[in-house]
Each structure stands twice: as C-alpha cells, then as structure tokens.
C-alpha cells in the first residue's frame, strides 16, 4: 500500500494539470506555512524510517556505480519513479502548453521540495519585497538569521532551480534557511522569471539584476556590500556563473564567492554520466530535451550556443572568477559537467572545493530532511561558505568529507 501511496500523486499531478486544476498556496505575495496534507505526512514519515527498512524493500542489490554506492532511500524512490518516465514524456508537453496547466505543476513541485527538506533554527526576520530590474519588478525573499555575530554580516544572493521552468522561492525556502542559518550570512532568494513564458536570458537578467540590487542595497539591509556572493542550484547554478561572466566583461566587481550545487553548467554535450544516469536519478534526458528549445528557442545545434549559454564549453576562459564551491552527486546526470567546470577552474587559477557526494542524485539539497548524507552536504557546503565569503578566499583545508567521495 505504502508504495502506492508515493507513485499515484504523481500520476494524478500530471493529469490533473492536464485538466487545468490549480493550487494557489504558494501563488500569493507572501506564501502561507508549509502545512502537509495527509497524504504528504504519510510520505514523509516513509521516508524519515531508518536505512535498513529501504535496503530491505529494494527490488534489486544496490546500485554501485564508479565506486559510488546509491543511498538506498534514494534508490527506492528511484525504482519507483522509473515507470513514471514514459508518463511524463507523453504528458508534459500537453500540460506544459497550458497557463493553468504550467501553474498547477509548479506549485505541486514547490510543495514536493519543501516537504523532505530540513527543518531549522527559525529565521531572525524574513521579508517579501519586489526590486526594481531591467525588464520590471523582480520578486525575491530576504532572509535573516539569528546571529550574535557583530558588524554587518555577508549576503548571498540565491537562484533556485528547476530547468528555467519549475519551482520558486517558495520551493527553496528551506533549503535557504539552512543556508543562511549555517553560513551566517543574509540571503536574497530571486523569484526569477521561467520560461516558456519568458525564455533565456531573462532570467540570467533577473540574476543579475538581483545582484547589482543587493550590492547597492547592502547597507540598508544590515549586510556588507564589499561581501556579496552568488549561488544556486541547477539552472541556477547556471544563472549564478552568468552573473560572474557578465561582471567580468563589464568591468565589475565580481561576487565575492560562488556557490554551485549540481550546476547546469552548459548545453549536454552526452558525457558519460548524461548516458549512465539518463532515467530514474532525479533529473532526466528527457526533460533536459523537453526544456532546451523552451529555454534556448532557435539553439538547434551546441554551436550555436556562445560563452554564457555554454559556459563550460564556449568560455574562452574562466580567470577572474571568484573561489568557488561546487557541490555535484554521484548518480546525476549533470555529474561530469559539473566536476568538469571545477576542473576549468582550478585550470585557470580560480580556487575551487570540487566536493563530491557520491551517494547522491540530483537535487539532493531537497532531500536533506531524511536523507543523511543530503543532510550532510547540505551543513557542509554552508558551513564551508561562511568563512569563504567573510575571508574571500577558501580555507585552507576544506572539510575532508564529499570532497574524497567518487
């Protein structure tokens, strides 16, 4: 029964967008708490039992795969979502052509992340507000911590992920909590525009936008402008590298630091991880085909493609970039992407913690509520960005954990 439980939602979220139905929680200015539905407190409390009960329902051994073993909580998820791939590549360009169907599946991705993310210390002030950017208003969520520490404190500005398409402040809003908790820093967290709606580079516009915003904002907001950095996770990863790209060839000041959990680091180009990891691990091929010519429309062909579309790839250099954490899993498709980008960096004198959490599929900061190895990354990747971000420079000796992990 219990297994029911976590594959029918799913189904029935894709029909249900198909059908136009809406869920407006996390639509309003400022979004009501986290409260979860029966059914969303059954699957929680599925997955927050011990390791041994997963490893003993798998329906096959465990997955190793270059010397990395799968964590077995998400292993068993993952061999409940593969039936569903065929499900979504039939369903969600029907859905995705719809305003209610594309609403009805953001706000039910929101709540799916928030749910099996970390509770923690609550926040000493959070504030909704719009600031001005090029194209309009951009939305974003300001969060601070309770701190002793004295003087002005840091700021990270934060762009969330979901392929450019998916996902919110909202789904994020834990994750940056325990950002801003463990680092010590204030976070701005950018509601950036997603397409189809408003394709690339509009939200690489808002990314920036929010960055040149925080820097002049800064003092106002109890933060110190000479320590901004920048980060997100996925496609904000690749919003974030855009952010530091552009500084660099206006002549700007670049952030202080950047932050990169599996960062979408450029256009596929068939690694061997997009080949390994292609169903089942979280992030698909065939949503990566699904998003591209909604995101890039007219990029037919990687040539196409210049040096901030296809960073990795397309980037003449990469020199001037600030120290940099990048946070990758072991069983994702993004995997040797991401690695690759730490490996240009470090090429070209940038500092970088190239931390490998082997056990991991994509999005793993949204499992760190019963996950403990996403918990881990998650504390570790914060606690490594406060110092960096105060002295401008990593530590001298990372934290001998993901980083030794294949």
Same mark, same amino acid.
């Given at each position: ?248 060839? !206006?002549?700007?000041? *670049? +952030?202080? %630091?950047? &932050?990169? $959990?599996? #960062?979408? =680091? ?79 960096? !470090?090429?070209?004198? *940038? +500092?970088? %913690?190239? &931390?490998? $959490?082997? #056990?991991? =599929? ?45």
């Amino acid at each position: 029964m219990r297994k029911r439980k976590l594959i029918v939602p799913l189904a029935v979220l894709f029909l249900a967008a198909a059908f136009g139905w809406s869920w407006t929680q996390f639509g309003t200015a400022t979004p009501s708490p986290f409260v979860p539905t029966e059914s969303e407190q059954e699957k929680l409390a599925l997955f927050q039992q011990p390791e041994d009960w997963f490893f003993a329902h798998l329906q096959g051994p465990p997955e190793v795969i270059d010397g990395a073993t799968l964590d077995p909580k998400l292993q068993y998820l993952a061999e409940r979502m593969r039936p569903m791939g065929p499900w979504f590549e039939r369903l969600m360009p029907a859905i995705f052509a719809t305003p209610p169907g594309r609403r009805w599946v953001r706000d039910s991705i929101d709540r799916e992340w928030t749910l099996y993310t970390k509770i923690t210390a609550p926040m000493r002030r959070i504030e909704d507000r719009e600031i001005p950017g090029r194209d309009g208003p951009v939305p974003v969520r300001l969060y601070w911590p309770q701190t002793n520490e004295p003087g002005p404190l840091p700021v990270l500005v934060y762009c969330h992920g979901g392929g450019w398409l998916f996902a919110s402040v909202a789904a994020l809003d834990r994750a940056v909590r325990l950002l801003a908790n463990e680092a010590r820093v204030i976070v701005l967290s950018v509601d950036y525009r997603r397409a189809p709606e408003h394709p690339y580079p509009a939200a690489s516009d808002d990314g920036e936008d929010a960055y040149l915003w925080a820097i002049a904002n800064a003092t106002a907001l109890s933060g110190d402008p000479a320590r901004v950095a920048v980060g997100g996770d996925s496609a904000g990863g690749h919003i974030s590298i855009n952010t530091v790209q552009r500084q660099l060839a !206006a002549g700007r000041p *670049v +952030p202080r %630091a950047l &932050l990169l $959990y599996y #960062p979408g =680091t450029g256009l596929p180009r068939g690694d061997r991880s997009m080949r390994l990891f292609a169903r089942g691990y979280g992030l698909d091929a065939s949503f990566i085909d699904f998003l591209l010519p909604r995101v890039f429309p007219g990029i037919s062909d990687h040539d196409q493609a210049d040096a901030l579309m296809d960073p990795l790839h397309m980037a003449a250099s990469l020199r001037g970039f600030p120290p940099t954490i990048v946070a990758t899993g072991g069983f994702d498709i993004l995997r040797d992407s991401g690695r690759a980008f730490a490996a240009r960096l !470090a090429a070209d004198g *940038v +500092p970088v %913690a190239d &931390l490998r $959490y082997g #056990p991991l =599929t994509h999005s793993f900061l949204q499992f760190s509520g019963v996950v403990a190895e996403a918990e881990r990354a998650a504390n570790e990747t914060a606690r490594l960005l406060g110092p960096t971000l105060r002295a401008g420079t990593l530590p001298p000796a990372p934290p001998a954990t993901g980083a030794a992990t294949p």
